[in-house]
């Protein structure tokens, strides 16, 4: 039935709906409230396999205070229209601005975006939602603070709430997001306003300094979860170290990334090499330098042997190992020899540092944002295949070589069924290791779509058999992808969902939770 | 970045000679403001660019427009953020066409929401050689006002090769203007699927199953025969034999607010496939969005 509104929230009739949009308009004023396709068309933009008009919102509202977003939740609570929450966290190809619902309305927190304070001598920052990492390094610019982010891929339009958020991750030694969050401002769905740990005391300072507080740590439910809205976000900086060597390590077959990992691992574990350690393999790093289409012809997946051979006309490695040392010049020297001593053993390794590639964009963009600067050439990934369509695959295993290759054949059998790719990387954190797969389809091709679903469907049913849980996933995911971690932790969540949101207005279907 | 004008005095000599021939092909509509509005062609460093441009510029003409405005990026969107956040934040007012490759789309969009776009239509526009031999165009339109694909058809329908086109509304018509109308083309037969959120398939060449097949439309049973119907409001005055430069033409033309049928429907699809379908050569690939700042 055609309505004013391009979806409406499911189980609220339009007249409902016309009551809760009028009172948002009083909160925040008509321009704030947008119900007009026009307005709502860069919301509704997926990059996943299925119909956009299953996550399209019904309203996009935009709130600047805590003051009105506490006014939302009770108009939410007295209408039963459920938010979905974003900020500055960019979820490409994890369901983008889109909500996990159709008909959800967006509260869209971008421009609550004060950066409340930034200390240099404890090196933290206090936020609000809407901050972006780019808003954060001009500021460092401008008043001459030697402190560094920690940023994704989307670095500059990126920030630190959205992606810590939703437990995103960078490249610099601070590149666990989370690990380095500290102290939250929530608003409760019942409009109630918490502050976590040390923000609990009105005239505590010690709020960005110490994350425990007293009691249960609590943070950590309102990351990849729909219990409270964070309007203020604490987290530390890293001081600008005075050298930072990134360097690029290559080896030439598939085989090798059993060594580089039992080689990097006790290198991170012990310290030697601070920031996590990626291994990429070719495709994930080819758009930047080649077209598909110079290697392949006709449908199905890229052969082994078009691979060798882009790889050699691009003097790539098949697997491109990045890192960066950060300290002094004596601390950088000597940890150097430790890794080139390490790697160099086998003879397979070939090293790679600034003064050998030049302007080379592989190493480049690596290199920034190993020093937490603004660089988004990652995502010439999209430009593989093109077409628009995109899923990051996110397994975890332990950091061990044995991990490594029975993985990657596993994710190339299952992608190769279904005509696509192998764009993956390994990442080493400490003692676990991220294996990244992001899963680029033609969207424009319906056959291609109906693959690329199949395959994702595969991929997690396949992955977590074998006890590789998935630590992120896209929007029309989320409910497969929180069954793989058992009943008893999804009926935790369920009750704590109830407790505290007993409407179910906030982000209902994040994580699977409802 | 270079920017660049159209010559003026090639548009007024344009417009002229069309409107030189008595009676003009195309008309505004009424709920169309565009004429009012700056229009700017921003072109991201595509291969698609040159043609595209050209495509842009012969509507123009076509339409007696001599305003457009052409933004040549030198850099790309990955590495050019701040050179488009300012241009965005500059162009107040103004109606953008832009042509991106699929990573820049992808940080485009982010960048446009961000200041409060009004999105009227989005495009995938895809020509592979390692997929299907049909070229194919993904749109979303807003509303029917907004509506690219129509044009397009009867645009590529001119060359040899087969094409899909599928268009997606966001707002459904009005219930006033609920009325059954459906585009129409000499070749094509057109079916409405039965239900609440009606599709129309417009197919040349090939049967409904084989359409819906090429289309990926997978209700087989509910579609009613659409009795055809001749739109001369998108009737086909100016040609080419490159299926880019028609989309730019389509694109632009549909920007500048020229008259096509309103289909009523929440989605619509177009297959056409020809006895002799010449197979794409080459791997083409690019995102268009229309969009008022």
């Known amino acids: 039935m055609a309505s004013k509104y391009i979806a409406l929230p499911k189980g609220v009739s339009e007249k409902s709906f016309d009551a809760a949009v009028k009172e948002f308009r009083r909160v925040l004023g008509e321009a704030h409230v947008l119900v007009k396709a026009e307005q709502l068309?860069?919301?509704?933009?997926?990059?996943?396999?299925?119909?956009?008009?299953?996550?399209?919102?019904?309203a996009a509202i935009m709130a600047t205070t805590v003051e009105q977003i506490q006014k939302i939740v009770g108009i939410c609570n007295k209408y039963k229209v459920p938010i979905w929450t974003i900020s500055t966290g960019k979820n490409l190809g994890y369901g983008s601005a889109a909500p996990?619902?159709?008909?959800?309305?967006?509260?869209?927190?971008?421009?609550?975006?004060?950066?409340?304070?930034?200390?240099?001598?404890?090196?933290?920052?206090?936020?609000?939602?809407?901050?972006?990492?780019?808003?954060?390094?001009?500021?460092?610019?401008e008043h001459k603070?030697?402190?560094?982010?920690?940023?994704?891929?989307?670095?500059?339009?990126?920030?630190?709430?959205?992606?810590?958020?939703?437990?995103?991750?960078?490249?610099?030694?601070?590149?666990?997001?989370?690990l380095n969050a500290c102290g939250m401002e929530v608003v409760l769905a019942n409009g109630e306003i918490l502050r976590t740990a040390m923000g609990g005391l009105s005239k505590s300072?010690?709020?960005?300094?110490?994350?425990?507080?007293?009691?249960?740590?609590?943070?950590?439910?309102?990351?990849?979860?729909?219990?409270?809205?964070?309007?203020?976000?604490?987290?530390?900086?890293?001081?600008?170290?005075?050298?930072?060597?990134?360097?690029?390590?290559?080896?030439?077959?598939?085989?090798?990334?059993?060594?580089?990992?039992?080689?990097?691992?006790?290198?991170?574990?012990?310290?030697?090499?601070?920031?996590?350690?990626?291994?990429?393999?070719?495709?994930?790093?080819?758009?930047?330098?080649?077209?598909?289409?110079?290697?392949?012809?006709?449908p199905g997946s890229i052969s082994d042997d078009a691979v060798r051979q882009l790889v050699s006309d691009h003097k790539m490695g098949i697997w491109n190992v990045y890192a960066a040392l950060y300290g002094t010049k004596e601390q950088v020297d000597v940890n150097w020899k430790i890794v080139t001593d390490a790697f160099g053993k086998s003879g397979k390794a070939k090293f790679l540092t600034e003064e050998d590639v030049?302007?080379?964009?592989?190493?480049?963009?690596?290199?920034?944002?190993?020093?937490?600067?603004?660089?988004?050439?990652?995502?010439?990934?999209?430009?593989?295949?093109?077409?628009?369509?995109?899923?990051?695959?996110?397994?975890?295993?332990?950091?061990?070589?044995?991990?490594?290759?029975?993985?990657?054949?596993?994710?190339?059998?299952?992608?190769?069924?279904?005509?696509?790719?192998?764009?993956?990387?390994?990442?080493?954190?400490?003692?676990?290791?991220?294996?990244?797969?992001?899963?680029?389809?033609?969207?424009?091709?319906?056959?291609?779509?109906?693959?690329?679903?199949?395959?994702?469907?595969?991929?997690?049913?396949?992955?977590?058999?074998?006890?590789?849980?998935?630590?992120?996933?896209?929007?029309?995911?989320?409910?497969?992808?929180?069954?793989?971690?058992g009943p008893v932790q999804r009926s935790i969540n369920r009750r704590l969902k109830k407790a505290l949101d007993p409407n179910g207005i906030l982000a209902p279907g994040k994580s699977g939770i409802r | 970045m270079e920017v660049d004008r159209r010559s003026l005095m090639k548009g007024v000599l344009a417009g002229g000679a069309f409107l030189a021939l008595g009676v003009p092909s195309w008309a505004f509509a009424d709920r169309s403001p565009q004429k009012s509005k700056q229009c700017v062609l921003l072109l991201g460093g595509t291969s698609a660019d040159g043609l595209f441009k050209s495509g842009a510029r012969a509507a123009c003409a076509d339409m007696a427009y001599e305003g457009l405005r052409t933004v040549q990026l030198k850099e790309g969107v990955l590495t050019g953020t701040d050179t488009i956040t300012g241009l965005l934040n500059q162009s107040r007012g103004?109606?953008?066409?832009?042509?991106?490759?699929?990573?820049?789309?992808?940080?485009?969009?982010?960048?446009?929401?961000?200041?409060?776009?009004?999105?009227?239509?989005?495009?995938?526009?895809?020509c592979s050689t390692d997929g299907p031999s049909y070229i194919r165009h993904d749109l979303t339109s807003t509303s029917q006002d907004h509506s690219v694909g129509g044009l397009l058809a009867s645009h590529v329908l001119q060359q040899s090769e087969d094409f899909c086109i599928t268009e997606h509304f966001l707002r459904e018509p009005p219930a006033e203007e609920r009325a059954l109308t459906s585009w129409g083309a000499p070749g094509f037969?057109?079916?409405?699927?039965?239900?609440?959120?009606?599709?129309?398939?417009?197919?040349?060449?090939?049967?409904?199953?084989?359409?819906?097949?090429?289309?990926?439309?997978?209700?087989?049973?509910?579609?009613?025969?659409?009795?055809?119907?001749?739109?001369?409001?998108e009737s086909?005055?100016?040609?080419?034999?490159?299926?880019?430069?028609?989309?730019?033409?389509?694109?632009?033309?549909?920007?500048?607010?020229?008259?096509?049928?309103?289909?009523?429907?929440?989605?619509?699809?177009?297959?056409?496939?020809?006895r002799n379908g010449r197979r794409a050569q080459r791997a083409e690939r690019f995102v268009s969005f229309v969009m008022d700042i």
């Not at chain 1, 068309?41 to 997926?46: C, D, G, L, S, V």
């Not at chain 1, 920690?150 to 490249?171: C, E, F, L």
């Not at chain 1, 998935?470 to 989320?478: E, L, P, Q, V, W």
């Open chain 1, 41 to 58: 068309a860069p919301y509704t933009k997926t990059m996943m396999p299925v119909p956009d008009a299953d996550h399209t919102a019904s």
């Open chain 1, 100 to 141: 996990a619902e159709r008909g959800q309305v967006v509260l869209d927190l971008h421009r609550m975006n004060r950066i409340l304070e930034v200390d240099g001598d404890l090196c933290y920052a206090l936020v609000e939602p809407g901050v972006t990492y780019r808003q954060l390094y001009d500021y460092f610019q």
């Open chain 1, 145 to 178: 603070l030697p402190l560094w982010l920690s940023v994704p891929a989307p670095s500059a339009i990126a920030g630190p709430t959205g992606n810590t958020m939703d437990r995103g991750v960078g490249y610099t030694p601070y590149g666990e997001h989370f």
């Open chain 1, 205 to 298: 300072n010690t709020w960005q300094c110490f994350k425990w507080g007293y009691g249960p740590y609590l943070d950590g439910i309102f990351t990849q979860s729909n219990y409270g809205i964070v309007t203020k976000f604490g987290f530390w900086l890293q001081p600008a170290p005075p050298v930072c060597k990134p360097f690029q390590i290559q080896y030439q077959n598939e085989a090798d990334v059993e060594e580089i990992v039992e080689i990097m691992r006790p290198l991170r574990i012990s310290g030697v090499i601070p920031n996590s350690g990626v291994i990429a393999h070719a495709l994930y790093e080819a758009a930047l330098k080649a077209k598909r289409s110079d290697y392949v012809k006709g």
């Open chain 1, 358 to 485: 030049g302007d080379d964009p592989q190493f480049g963009y690596r290199a920034v944002l190993m020093r937490g600067g603004m660089d988004m050439r990652e995502f010439s990934l999209y430009n593989w295949r093109g077409g628009g369509g995109s899923l990051w695959f996110a397994p975890v295993s332990q950091a061990r070589g044995s991990e490594t290759l029975k993985q990657m054949k596993l994710a190339k059998q299952i992608l190769s069924r279904h005509g696509l790719d192998y764009t993956g990387e390994f990442i080493v954190g400490l003692r676990d290791m991220h294996h990244i797969l992001d899963m680029v389809y033609d969207r424009t091709d319906p056959e291609m779509t109906k693959a690329a679903y199949q395959c994702f469907d595969e991929l997690i049913t396949e992955f977590s058999a074998l006890g590789y849980g998935s630590y992120r996933t896209n929007t029309a995911f989320m409910n497969k992808v929180a069954e793989t971690y």
């Open chain 2, 94 to 126: 103004a109606r953008w066409i832009t042509v991106l490759d699929d990573a820049g789309a992808v940080i485009f969009l982010e960048l446009a929401r961000s200041v409060g776009v009004r999105m009227l239509s989005m495009g995938v526009h895809a």
């Open chain 2, 189 to 233: 037969s057109s079916h409405r699927s039965a239900g609440p959120d009606p599709i129309h398939v417009h197919c040349s060449g090939c049967s409904l199953p084989d359409g819906r097949r090429l289309l990926g439309l997978e209700a087989t049973e509910g579609w009613i025969p659409i009795p055809p119907q001749v739109c001369t409001r």
């Open chain 2, 236 to 274: 086909v005055t100016w040609r080419s034999e490159n299926w880019v430069v028609s989309v730019g033409y389509a694109i632009t033309a549909s920007a500048l607010g020229v008259d096509t049928v309103p289909e009523s429907c929440a989605s619509r699809a177009f297959a056409h496939q020809s």
